[in-house]
């Protein structure tokens, strides 16, 4: 089991950057493939990027690739989302979640453990 704590997000001039932590409380962090979601009102859980265990391949969504870079640092059990050239569009709460499938998936049920989220409000 891995207890995630997201922070970072806040608000945001259009074209600015944030960069999110997800942090863990445990050392078996280091054992899942971990990804970010968000989440706008009124919409699903969205895929926005994935890492595996040892950060050897990342995954983005079309919508943010070139603008999100997702990072680990496995001793410091946190994983990243550095946000740049944010648009109004990615206002939304962001989730980190771990999965043992060591395998990528960009479907929230593949993943076993959320973090609370983060707010990150974009203005035009």
């Known amino acids: 089991q891995v207890h995630l704590v997201e922070s970072g997000g806040g608000l945001v001039q259009a074209g600015g950057s944030l960069r999110l932590s997800c942090a863990a409380s445990?050392?078996?962090?280091?054992?899942?493939?971990m990804g970010w979601f968000c989440q706008a009102p009124g919409k699903e859980h969205e895929f926005v990027a994935y890492i595996t265990w040892n950060s050897g391949s990342t995954t983005y969504a079309d919508s943010v690739k070139g603008r999100f870079f997702i990072s680990r640092d496995n001793g410091k059990m946190t994983l990243y989302l550095q946000m740049n050239g944010l648009k109004p569009e990615d206002t939304a709460v962001y989730y980190c979640?771990?999965?043992?499938?060591?395998?990528?998936?960009?479907?929230?049920?593949?993943?076993?453990?959320w973090g609370q989220g983060t707010q990150v409000t974009v203005a035009s």
């Open positions: 979640a771990a999965t043992a499938r060591q395998r990528y998936s960009d479907q929230p049920n593949s993943y076993d453990y």
């Open positions: 445990e050392r078996t962090f280091s054992n899942y493939a």
